[in-house]
T-cell receptor, first 111, second 114 residues
């Protein structure tokens, strides 16, 4: 079983739709969680950190459920420019400082 | 420069050839990571430096892979006797925190072994 698992998609949604991605992680000792965004043939870039209390950044909302070991990302009012791969990322405490990435979920927003 | 810089951007190597990939992190960043990303996959951890010390090399797939950061800034990932399965994008990331979070990635080196 992979340490971080995501539905690869693709999620094909119309502009303006709300879309949600989930991610599960296997290491219960994990302490930091992130969503990164990766455009085609580009490097990953931090989208947002995920806090236990949940956090929002504009149209993006991230939530963490430690008991069930899953992380979610909600995107409201999808834009064409949101089309990308969304990577769920975990920093397991016992692994020191490395980040463990999921394989990513592909989002395609269409007009 | 403003971001993490990697060179070369593209490298084609014949099987058995040695290659060296360079990473220039953001100035002052303590932590430096190397990742390998195969097509359709997320980045896979290779190794981690804090300044010049290589604290974790658990992700290096074989003893053909070697990384160094002798002065705590520029890092080089070397792959000896390349094989076709080494074909991937090699990403370097740096962070200004010792905790290694919020990593900033370079654009990567796309290695193709033929």
């Amino acid at each position: 079983r992979k340490e971080v698992e995501q539905d690869p998609g693709p999620f094909n949604v119309p502009e303006g739709a709300t879309v949600a991605f989930n991610c599960t992680y296997s290491n219960s000792a994990s302490q930091s969680f992130f969503w990164y965004r990766q455009d085609c043939r580009k490097e990953p870039k931090l989208l947002m950190s995920v806090y236990s209390s949940g956090n929002e950044d504009g149209r993006f909302t991230a939530q963490l459920n430690r008991a069930s070991q899953y992380i979610s990302l909600l995107i409201r009012d999808s834009k064409l420019s949101d089309s990308a791969t969304y990577l769920c990322v975990v920093n397991p405490k016992e692994y020191g400082n490395k980040l463990v990435f999921g394989a990513g979920t592909i989002l395609r927003v269409k007009s | 420069g403003a971001g993490v810089s990697q060179s070369p951007r593209y490298k084609v190597a014949k099987r058995g050839q040695d290659v060296a990939l360079r990473c220039d992190p953001i100035s002052g960043h303590v932590s430096l990571f190397w990742y390998q990303q195969a097509l359709g996959q997320g980045p896979e951890f290779l190794t981690y430096f804090q300044n010049e010390a290589q604290l974790d090399k658990s992700g290096l797939p074989s003893d053909r892979f070697f990384a160094e950061r002798p002065e705590g800034s520029v890092s080089t990932l070397k792959i000896q006797r390349t094989q076709q399965e080494d074909s991937a994008v090699y990403l370097c990331a740096s962070s200004n925190r010792a905790s290694g979070t919020e990593a900033f990635f370079g654009q990567g080196t796309r290695l193709t072994v033929v």
